[in-house]
């Protein structure tokens, strides 16, 4: 496979000939193996923002009913992500591409997902935006279809991203059903940490403070069991498996995934929500709200880091794919 054909595709599961050498190789297609860093990077952004967007959206949406921050995630997601994606590939030109392929390409699912979100997400908040001109008004029948159309897509734009690595079946540490859920569940609090913040830099109060406080540290705890699960997955799966394991847990990856992921993006984060409840003032409490969002969204950017990071080819002939 060239190297424009592989960037227009974006695919790390199509074995090549460096494949059938014997022992596990790191992954090239997917970032953090090739020469042009600043593409990995933008995969990493594409899935990062992808994820966040869409879930900043659905929280603002769905449970505290804010335009503006419900706003900033549909902007995150159309203009944030599709630029991401657009530097990844290196030759936008060939963009229309990944459209063409949705019955066998979860990355082509992906982008439609993508375009259905903002097309009726859009819809949606038209007439809160200054599109008054349009023929529905906020809470008419079809502006409850158009949210839920939206609600909808946006969670399948939190979740394709675990699909896509998942199905790379020769890349024993993504193929496995623990992607989808990881990805989705990273994607939710990543939206309400990006919600939080937004809500705090418009100085606005936080609606449903204390449910959303509860939601997010029950999704922390869920992060934190999956990320175990998944540690305890690779320690008794393939070879190759434990050898990414190994790459995770005792390289410079390490730093990324237990230090910034683990500590710093959940105990951390978990910690403050907790003290931010009996804080002293409200001020202390937006601080420590504010600190732990970003501390969050920096375990969410690296936890996507890490597993992209952690992604090596099993050889062929000793693991049969």
Same mark, same amino acid.
């Given at each position: 496979?060239?190297? +424009?054909?592989?960037?227009?595709?974006?695919?790390?599961?199509?074995?090549?000939?460096?494949?059938?050498?014997?022992?596990?190789?790191?992954?090239?297609? =997917? @970032?953090?193996? @090739?020469?042009?860093? =600043?593409?990995?990077? !933008? /995969?990493?952004? !594409?899935?990062?923002?992808?994820?966040?967007?869409? *879930?900043?959206?659905?929280?603002?949406? &769905?449970?505290?009913?804010?335009? #503006? +921050?419900?706003?900033? %995630?549909?902007?995150?997601? %159309?203009?944030?992500?599709?630029?991401?994606?657009?530097?990844?590939?290196?030759?936008?030109?060939?963009?229309?591409?990944?459209?063409?392929?949705? $019955?066998?390409? &979860?990355?082509?699912?992906?982008?439609?997902?993508?375009?259905?979100?903002?097309?009726?997400?859009?819809?949606?908040?038209?007439?809160?935006?200054?599109?008054? =001109?349009?023929? &529905?008004?906020? %809470?008419?029948?079809?502006?409850?279809?158009?949210?839920?159309?939206?609600?909808? +897509?946006?969670? /399948?734009?939190?979740?394709?991203? @675990?699909?896509?690595?998942?199905?790379?079946?020769?890349?024993?540490? =993504?193929?496995?059903?623990?992607?989808?859920?990881?990805?989705?569940?990273?994607?939710?609090? *990543? *939206?309400?940490?990006?919600?939080? /913040?937004?809500?705090?830099?418009? %100085?606005?109060?936080?609606?449903?403070?204390?449910?959303?406080?509860?939601?997010?540290?029950?999704?922390?705890?869920?992060?934190?069991?999956?990320?175990?699960?998944?540690?305890?997955?690779? $320690? #008794?799966?393939?070879?190759?498996?434990?050898?990414?394991?190994?790459?995770?847990?005792? #390289?410079?990856?390490?730093?990324?995934?237990?230090?910034?992921?683990?500590?710093?993006?959940?105990?951390?984060? /978990?910690?403050?929500?907790?003290?931010?409840?009996?804080?002293?003032?409200?001020?202390? !409490?937006?601080?420590?709200?504010?600190?732990?969002?970003?501390?969050?969204?920096?375990?969410?950017?690296?936890?996507?880091?890490?597993?992209?990071?952690? @992604?090596?080819?099993?050889?062929?002939?000793?693991?049969?794919?």
């Amino acid at each position: 496979m060239s190297q +424009s054909t592989s960037s227009s595709q974006g695919d790390a599961c199509v074995l090549q000939q460096e494949d059938f050498k014997p022992g596990a190789r790191t992954q090239m297609e =997917w @970032g953090f193996g @090739g020469r042009r860093r =600043w593409r990995d990077g !933008a /995969l990493l952004m !594409a899935l990062f923002l992808g994820g966040v967007g869409a *879930g900043q959206f659905v929280v603002s949406t &769905w449970l505290i009913d804010s335009v #503006t +921050s419900a706003l900033v %995630g549909l902007l995150v997601v %159309g203009v944030g992500k599709t630029v991401a994606h657009l530097m990844y590939l290196g030759q936008p030109k060939r963009f229309y591409r990944l459209f063409l392929k949705p $019955k066998t390409s &979860w990355i082509s699912r992906g982008l439609i997902f993508m375009v259905v979100f903002v097309a009726f997400g859009a819809a949606y908040l038209a007439p809160d935006i200054g599109f008054d =001109w349009v023929p &529905w008004e906020t %809470g008419s029948t079809f502006s409850d279809a158009l949210l839920i159309g939206a609600i909808l +897509s946006a969670s /399948l734009v939190m979740v394709y991203d @675990g699909f896509v690595l998942a199905s790379c079946k020769s890349i024993t540490a =993504w193929n496995t059903a623990l992607m989808p859920p990881l990805f989705f569940t990273y994607a939710v609090a *990543g *939206g309400t940490a990006m919600t939080y /913040l937004t809500l705090i830099a418009m %100085g606005s109060d936080i609606p449903n403070e204390d449910t959303l406080t509860t939601i997010d540290s029950v999704l922390l705890v869920s992060m934190f069991a999956l990320l175990v699960i998944y540690v305890m997955n690779m $320690k #008794t799966s393939t070879a190759t498996a434990r050898e990414s394991l190994r790459k995770l847990t005792t #390289t410079k990856v390490a730093v990324a995934f237990i230090g910034v992921a683990i500590i710093a993006g959940l105990l951390v984060p /978990l910690s403050l929500t907790l003290y931010q409840g009996v804080a002293a003032t409200e001020t202390v !409490a937006s601080v420590l709200l504010a600190l732990s969002s970003i501390l969050e969204l920096s375990g969410d950017l690296s936890v996507r880091h890490s597993i992209l990071r952690a @992604g090596l080819h099993a050889p062929v002939f000793s693991e049969g794919l």
